[in-house]
Every structure is written in structure tokens, then in C-alpha cells.
């Protein structure tokens, strides 16, 4: 329920589209917001791990302009929106989440 309460105000793109984006050199970076043992299983070249727990306070850290263009996934797209939100609510400005499966996010990694 509360995903679909915060959806509307998050934007979402694809794989593919987030992938160009960043290779369009948007100065992006692609965050991968599982836990660091589903990343180990199921890795996504180019994408850094910050677990949803600490995402906040290693964002600040690692992307302190809030303006960077930030490209959030997970496996299913609920923690990245949820992690969106949040950053949002923090004050960065340019957020959006990769709205699909894990397997759609591994395939379209070589698009970019």
C-alpha cells in the first residue's frame, strides 16, 4: 500500500533508458540498494551496492550535491522506490528508480 502511495511522485524508467542515460554522460550513478548477499548472487556490473539501511547516510557522504542524477534498483522495484522516496525527502533532486525485475536490469547492463 505504501508503494503505491509513493509511486506517483517517483519517477520510473526502465533499464535500458537509465542505462543510456548514464552512458549519455548525465554524471549518474546507478545504485543497487539490495543487501550485499543478493548482490553476491546476482551482481549488476556498474551498479554500486549501498543496502537500503545505510542508504541515507552513505549517500551524503559518497554524493553530497544534491543534483547528481541517481538511478536506484533493487529485485523488484519496492525497496528502490521506497529508497527513492526517502533521498527525496532528504533533498536530492534528481532521483529515479529502475522499475523493473533483476533479470531485466542484468540484461539491459550491456546496452549502455
Known amino acids: 500500500e505504501l508503494i503505491q502511495k509513493i509511486s506517483p ?3 520510473r524508467i526502465s533499464a535500458e533508458a537509465a542505462f543510456a542515460e548514464c552512458a549519455g554522460c548525465n554524471g549518474g550513478v546507478v545504485i543497487d540498494v539490495r543487501q550485499p548477499e543478493e548482490v ?3 551482481p549488476v556490473a556498474g551498479s554500486l551496492n549501498i543496502p537500503r539501511g545505510v542508504l541515507e547516510m552513505q549517500m551524503s557522504a559518497r554524493y553530497p550535491d544534491v543534483q547528481t542524477p541517481i538511478y536506484i534498483h533493487c529485485a523488484t522495484g519496492a525497496r528502490a522506490t ?4 526517502q533521498l527525496q525527502r532528504i533533498g536530492y533532486e534528481n532521483v529515479t528508480v529502475i522499475g523493473c525485475a533483476i533479470d ?3 540484461g539491459a547492463r550491456g546496452v549502455a
Open 82 to 85: 521506497l529508497s527513492a522516496e
Open 40 to 42: 553476491q548472487q546476482s
Open 104 to 106: 531485466a536490469i542484468q
Open 9 to 11: 511522485d517517483v519517477r
